[in-house]
């Protein structure tokens, strides 16, 4: 289990590789543009699906020339093309942002099969990261569904062997998490200790502390700068799913090579 996506990227012919990974470039901007609704709407309590997308200042419902990812949002230079009001640069980036995660994970995942963990866990990481900036919550309705997707994904895309691998890390993760949010007293709560529980399911055992790794350290070196800026206080809260993010980006994509590093008789 200590070879990741890079063991499997020889599998595919170059070209036929290409072609995967830029249909799942193209999957990413889709599903991209659905996160955005869920970032935009779960931590209000409303549907995902009802009512359709609609400008948030008019309310005018959005056709489909206006629902293209990314492409709409650059020809109508980031603004309603009814009422004029912004939009947020939020939607833009998370469709980009999981367009290239989709593509570098099929692309080094050396197809679509071996990458669909990671792509399943690289989309509720970007939600739950977007979630978490915007309004300081990470819903249990999105952690619930990564958590109910976990079974497909994983059963068509590992042996049953490895299910055990999955499970440990999700309860590596889980049990790191929570400990830590008890040692810290508030500063990490209990959205993070079952998102990053999911995440570690999806990851598997030793990634999911690998990722733990990578964020717990991108938290600190973003803490310490905001501290030194003064942007922050010692007692303000940072939200912690972008790092948990970042943790899982980084194992996703370099965690067997890390793993190979520090522990070379794996």
Known sequence: MLTGLLSSAAALSPGLRAAQAGLAAALGLAVGSFLSVCIHRLPRGESVISPPSHCPGCG?????????????????????RHCGAGISWMYPAVE?????????????????????????????AVAAAGTDLRSRLIPNRLVLAGLALAVPVLGAARPPAAWPWHLAG?????????????????????????????????LG????LVALFWGFLAGALVGVVLLALRLKGR???????????VGTAAALFFGARFVGFVWPWG
Not at 205 to 208: E, I
Request: a positive charge.
């Open 205 to 208: 055992w030793p990634m999911a």
């Open 96 to 124: 980009a942002l999981t367009a290239a995660l989709f593509f570098g994970l099929v692309w080094v995942g050396g197809g679509w099969v071996p990458a669909l963990p990671g792509l399943a866990a690289s989309a509720l």
């Open 170 to 202: 999700l309860g590596a993760a889980g049990g790191v998490l929570a400990l830590a949010a008890l040692l810290s007293r508030g500063g990490m709560g209990a959205g993070d200790v079952k998102l990053g529980g999911v995440l570690g399911l999806y």
């Open 235 to 245: 007692r303000d809260v940072i939200p912690f799913a972008p790092f948990l993010a």
């Open 60 to 80: 005018h419902r959005l056709g489909p020339a206006e629902l293209v990812p990314l492409l709409s949002y650059l020809l109508q230079r980031g603004r309603c």
